[in-house]
């Protein structure tokens, strides 16, 4: 099955901007959706392919694509971004999704 | 438009669970429903999906375990849990999938914990 990689954690100061990457085989096939999660909370979509944000996601929040990696942008970060952020994509197989092991996100 | 998983709890391993997925404001039976856990200081997992046609199809983590169903006049999906192990003490999560060749999931419930330990 494939597997997507994304870094353990990142720190980024209040207002400025930080990138998480997620890498694996499926991107190169399938986009990648985004998932903000916070303890207790259940994970909240903030990117759907191709790169689009949901309602009620601030634009702050960008997505790209370039070849099997797929990124997420916080321009302008806020202390309520401060979460783990989970990418994922429909696997190879094409009948199973596979997550990314989550980046967690500080904001100082 | 919401869902609510339900049925978690503190089970000895090798017993049995069902997790509830009741969807209001849309019927569950018209998308693909997928359940997807959390393991205490872990990523998120995905386990399962349903068609809206019926079709299953289950992460190896759980395939010969774990079962899918649903009763329409619920509006209700059930997560059958069999011969449970310790590793599968998470917060499991019912997701409704969308998107055509590239998936996404726009709705989630909270979550229910299910821990098996003796």
């Known amino acids: 099955s494939s597997e997507l990689t994304q870094g353990p954690a990142v720190s980024v100061a209040l207002g400025q901007t930080v990138r998480i990457t997620c890498q694996g085989d499926?991107?190169?096939?399938?986009?990648a959706s985004w998932y903000q999660k916070r303890p207790g909370q259940a994970p909240l979509l903030v990117m759907y392919?191709?790169?689009n944000r949901p309602s009620g996601i601030p634009d702050r929040f960008s997505g790209s694509t370039s070849g099997n990696t797929a990124s997420l942008t916080i321009t302008g970060a806020q202390a309520e971004d401060e979460a783990d952020y989970f990418c994922?994509?429909?696997?190879?197989?094409?009948?199973?999704?596979?997550f990314g092991g989550g980046t967690k996100v500080t904001v100082l | 438009v919401e869902l609510v998983e339900s049925g978690g709890g503190l089970i000895q391993p090798g017993g049995s669970l069902r997790l509830s997925c009741a969807g209001s404001?849309?019927?569950?039976?018209?998308?693909?429903m997928s359940w997807v856990r959390q393991a205490p200081g872990k990523g998120l997992e995905w386990i399962s999906v349903?068609?809206?046609?019926?079709?299953?199809y289950f992460a190896d983590s759980v395939k010969g375990r774990f079962t899918i169903s649903r009763d329409q006049s619920k509006n209700t999906q059930f997560l059958q849990m069999n011969n449970l192990k310790v590793e599968d003490t998470a917060v499991y999560f019912c997701?409704?999938?969308?998107?055509?060749?590239?998936?996404?999931?726009?709705?989630w419930g909270r979550g229910t914990l299910v821990t098996v330990s003796s």
């Open positions: 994922a994509s429909r696997d190879t197989s094409g009948n199973y999704v596979v």
């Open positions: 349903m068609y809206s046609g019926g079709d299953t």
């Open positions: 404001g849309f019927l569950v039976s018209s998308f693909d």
């Open positions: 499926s991107l190169s096939r399938y986009y």
């Open positions: 392919p191709k790169t």
């Open positions: 997701a409704r999938r969308r998107g055509g060749s590239d998936w996404y999931f726009d709705l």
